[in-house]
């Protein structure tokens, strides 16, 4: 799996070649293949892989006592460690892949509801806790922070450094506005 990501953030989904990844890992041609069935299983198992452990991150992150806006804030700094390790950049050029190939776009929607859902239950905690959430439903909410740090996300992966800057911030300010909302309501 390290040398599938290794080779997948060199050369791209596009370019990735599973002779590569054997190469690079010291393993036959073969063992790929009657492992993931080729490049496109090799890829989604190392996605899959992934994401269950960050959704957990996520989970046991967003089940601490701290309050909201502070774990939003840490799920701001998770976002350079998940484009450090390569995550982010995975995650994108799946997404990218889905769109052309069906079976893939499934299974890529299937993490990504793990997350979702995962933000859909701490909306739900904060509407309990803070009351009404206008006119945005827990799901609502869900669906605009998690779209807003995938939108993120493939503009930082562009590479322009005022658009990575303007992200960030419009990221951060939404942990302004919690907390902005946190303290004025009595918990």
């Known amino acids: 799996m390290e040398a599938a990501r290794s080779c997948l953030l060199s050369e791209?989904?596009?370019k990735l070649s599973t002779r590569k990844v054997a190469d690079q890992a010291g393993v036959p041609l073969s063992q790929i293949h009657y492992h993931f069935g080729g490049k496109q299983g090799m890829v989604l198992a190392l996605l899959d892989?992934?994401?269950a452990r960050l959704v957990d991150r996520q989970r046991q992150m967003y089940a601490?006592?701290?309050p909201l806006w502070r774990r939003y804030e840490q799920a701001c700094e998770f976002l350079d460690d998940d484009l450090a390790s390569g995550y982010v950049r995975v995650l994108?050029?799946?997404i990218a892949a889905g769109w052309s190939d069906a079976q893939v776009a499934q299974r890529v929607l299937a993490m990504l509801q793990g997350w979702m859902t995962l933000l859909e239950e701490v909306a739900g905690e904060a509407e309990a806790r803070l009351g009404s959430l206008g006119p945005f439903t827990a799901a609502d909410i869900a669906v605009l922070v998690g779209t807003s740090f995938l939108g993120g996300e493939a503009m930082i992966l562009l590479g322009d450094d005022d658009w990575t800057q303007r992200v960030r911030t419009a990221l951060?300010?939404?942990g302004d506005l919690i907390r902005t909302r946190e303290t004025r309501t009595p918990v």
């Open 64 to 66: 601490a006592s701290e």
């Open 12 to 14: 791209g989904y596009a």
């Open 92 to 94: 994108q050029e799946m």
């Open 49 to 51: 892989h992934e994401n």
């Open 172 to 174: 951060r300010r939404v």
